[in-house]
């Protein structure tokens, strides 16, 4: 970016963006709020769906099969304007035997004969704009290799060759957050992950309305909550908030305080230390980067702009470890709770 603010990033001029960023975020927020009435008690997780899309950071889903991990992420894919059957959206369940070549592709035997390694990805993950995993931590190791590189640098190898994907957003799921060693790499990628848990036991009655009403839905092939916003309107929105971040690092130094007051910066830090400190976690460099952003997107997108202590709530989402998940939440509540 220029020094006059003019430039292009990702295709998109910050003079063509600022004129419609109020629009977009309209646009954004009347859609999570939208699809907040079609389940019980899963508003906060639609609205990381929302911030994640933004700032194009993965996000993981954890729950108990029935918990509505896999329909909240097709309907937020069709509330975006994407079509669920096309080749900007691909959805795979894995497991252990799960082979590169159903991600990726298979190998293209006509090139193989001239000694070429290509892959045939029509239909694959190397063509989708969003992508779905349903239980990524079963992947093995060829997988594993695969997807850390894809979500690492948005690419994959052709003919051992980097090939740039057009992925912008990757949601995954797990019925658990397994803690072997080789999947560290794995978890530390998904900078929040966030439980979606069964409600039955305290909201019985408004479980069966809304879910037989998505029955009834799904029976006459409606859609409602679909077209809500385009993908483009996050794209744009990520585009823009680039913008202001390389805005903040003139000279060389970050002014960070424009948008992060030191109050509720110096309690970021306090809470991240107190978690370390109490669950014996700790947060990777990359990942208070992560965080960082994040916090600032949740920011821009739900109230405009300066962080405010109610941002903070996503450190609640950061565990690695499936046992730390309520208790983190809790101890995050609660230091957001005292002035």
């Known amino acids: 970016m220029t020094a006059d603010g003019t430039g292009e990033r990702d295709g998109y001029a910050f003079e063509d963006i600022e004129g419609e960023v109020e629009e977009l975020r309209t646009r954004i927020n009347n859609l999570r709020r939208d699809l907040h009435r079609y389940w019980v008690d899963k508003a906060a997780l639609i609205d990381l769906m929302a911030i994640c899309c933004v700032a194009q950071e993965p996000l993981l889903l954890v729950g108990k099969p029935g918990t509505a991990k896999s329909d909240l992420v097709v309907k937020f894919v069709q509330a975006i304007g994407l079509d669920t059957n096309s080749e900007d959206y691909f959805e795979y369940m894995l497991t252990q035997f799960t082979e590169p070549g159903e991600i990726v592709g298979p190998i293209d035997i006509n090139v193989l004969k001239e000694g070429r390694y290509v892959r045939r990805t029509s239909g694959k993950l190397p063509n989708a704009k969003v992508v779905f995993l349903d239980e990524i931590f079963k992947s093995n190791s060829a997988i594993l290799n695969t997807l850390l590189t894809i979500i690492n640098e ?25 803690d072997n060693v080789e999947l560290a790499a794995l978890r530390d990628r998904f900078t929040l992950k966030a439980e979606s848990r069964s409600v039955r036991g305290y909201a019985f009655d408004e479980l069966l309305a809304k879910g037989m009403q998505n029955e009834v839905y799904k029976a006459q092939k409606l859609r409602p909550w679909a077209n809500r916003a385009k993908l483009e309107d996050f794209l744009k929105l990520k585009a823009y908030l680039d913008y202001i971040f390389a805005s903040e690092l003139e000279g060389g130094t970050h002014h960070r305080s424009r948008y992060f007051p030191d109050d509720v910066y110096r309690l ?55 046992d730390d998940l309520e208790a983190m939440r809790e101890l995050v509540d609660r230091m957001l709770s005292v002035d």
């Not at 052709?158 to 994907?165: E, I, L």
């Not at 949740?298 to 996503?314: E, P």
């Open 268 to 322: 970021f830090v306090r809470i991240l230390k107190s978690l370390e400190k109490e669950f014996r976690y700790e947060v990777s460099d990359r990942k208070i980067i992560k965080l960082y952003k994040l916090v600032r997107t949740r920011a821009f997108l739900i109230h405009g702009g300066v962080v405010t202590k109610s941002d903070l709530v996503l450190l609640r989402y950061i565990s690695d470890r499936a």
């Open 154 to 178: 948005r690419k994959f190898y052709q003919d051992g060759k980097p090939t740039k994907v057009p992925m912008r957003m990757l949601f995954a799921a797990t019925n658990e957050i397994p």
